[in-house]
């Protein structure tokens, strides 16, 4: 079997698997589209332990940094100013900590904030439950990865 084909399987069965873990279990808090989101960044960043590796600091530092800005627009009382500008630091940060070897993937940086944000944004459990959901998404495409190239025919 072609490796293409072969991961094509192999998500389409964990996808099934996901599924019924985030919609089907919902009392565990996971979020379906993060999952994918952190599933998609894994792939994006070249698959394997590096893109592992590169998809999970900089997305969970996305998603904490996101946390925290949300933290200080409203502990500054909120408002559109406030939102405007504490975001536009918090990208510039976003593009900067890549100087920063294990948060040097900025595409999934700011796919980590994107997926906080559309989360709600709320600073509460929620921050763990977008970072766990992140980091069982990014295993989800590791082991569909994995499983892929198990069962792929060698050419």
């Known amino acids: 079997m072609k ?3 072969a991961l094509a399987l ?7 698997v996901w599924v019924f873990v985030s919609v089907g279990q919902p009392a565990l ?5 993060i999952g994918f989101v952190a599933w998609a960044a894994f792939f994006a960043a070249g698959g394997g332990k590096g893109g592992f590796g590169k998809a999970l600091g900089a997305g969970v530092a996305g998603i904490l940094l996101t946390a925290a800005t949300l933290f200080a627009v409203n502990a500054l009382g909120g408002g559109l100013v ?3 500008g504490l975001v536009a630091v918090l990208a510039f940060v976003l593009v900067a900590m890549a100087d920063l070897p294990a948060l040097s993937y900025t595409p999934a940086a700011f796919l980590g904030a994107a997926a906080f944000f559309g989360s709600g ?8 439950f977008v970072a766990i959901t992140w980091l069982v998404g ?11 190239k198990r069962i792929a025919k060698p050419a």
Not at 29 to 33: N, T
Not at 121 to 128: L, Q
């Open 3 to 5: 490796l293409l084909h």
């Open 10 to 16: 192999s998500i389409g069965a964990l996808v099934a």
């Open 29 to 33: 808090g996971f979020s379906p589209w």
């Open 82 to 84: 406030w939102l405007i």
């Open 121 to 128: 944004g709320k600073v509460d459990e929620s921050v763990f």
């Open 138 to 148: 990014l295993a989800f495409g590791y082991a569909s990865e994995a499983v892929g």
